[in-house]
Nanobody
Framework: QVQLVESGGRLVQAGDSLRLSCAAS????????MGWFRQAPGKEREFVAA????????YYGDSVKGRFTISRDGAKNTAYLQMNNLKPEDTAVYYC??????????????????WGKGTLVTVSS
C-alpha cells in the first residue's frame, strides 16, 4: 500500500510560480505511475498531470499544458508539480495520486488507485 502526503500549497499572486511536493511511503514506490489532480470549490475533480513510474512519459491536462511540469525523484520517493505563470483559475485543492496499472494516461484521467489528502493553492489576481 502507498501513502501520499502533499505539501507546498500556499497563497500566491497571479504570475507567480510554485512547486508542490508529494512524499510517498510504502512498498515499491518507483513501480507506480504518479499524478496530480485538482478540485476547485463547487467544481468536479480535474486531471492535471501524470508521470510514468520511471519518469520517461508524462501527460498533461489541456488547461495546464505548457505551464506545469510533473517530475519525480525515485531516490527520495517524491513527486513534484512545478507550476509556472499561475492564474486565479488554478486556485484549487491539489491532490497527489498513484497507480500501479500499466501506463495509460487516458485511464488515469478518470482517477487513480491511491490518493493524498490534498494541499490548497490559492492564486490571487
Amino acid at each position: 500500500q502507498v501513502q501520499l502526503v502533499e505539501s507546498g500549497g500556499r497563497l500566491v499572486q497571479a504570475g507567480d510560480s510554485l512547486r508542490l511536493s508529494c512524499a510517498a511511503s510504502g512498498r515499491t514506490f518507483s513501480s507506480y505511475a504518479m499524478g496530480w489532480f485538482r478540485q476547485a470549490p463547487g467544481k468536479e475533480r480535474e486531471f492535471v498531470a501524470a508521470i510514468s513510474w520511471r519518469g520517461g512519459y508524462t501527460y498533461y491536462g489541456d488547461s495546464v499544458k505548457g505551464r506545469f511540469t510533473i517530475s519525480r525523484d525515485g531516490a527520495k520517493n517524491t513527486a513534484y508539480l512545478q507550476m509556472n505563470n499561475l492564474k486565479p483559475e488554478d486556485t484549487a485543492v491539489y491532490y497527489c495520486a498513484a497507480d500501479a496499472r500499466n501506463w495509460n494516461p487516458q485511464v488515469y484521467q478518470g482517477g487513480m488507485n491511491y490518493w493524498g489528502k490534498g494541499t490548497l493553492v490559492t492564486v490571487s489576481s
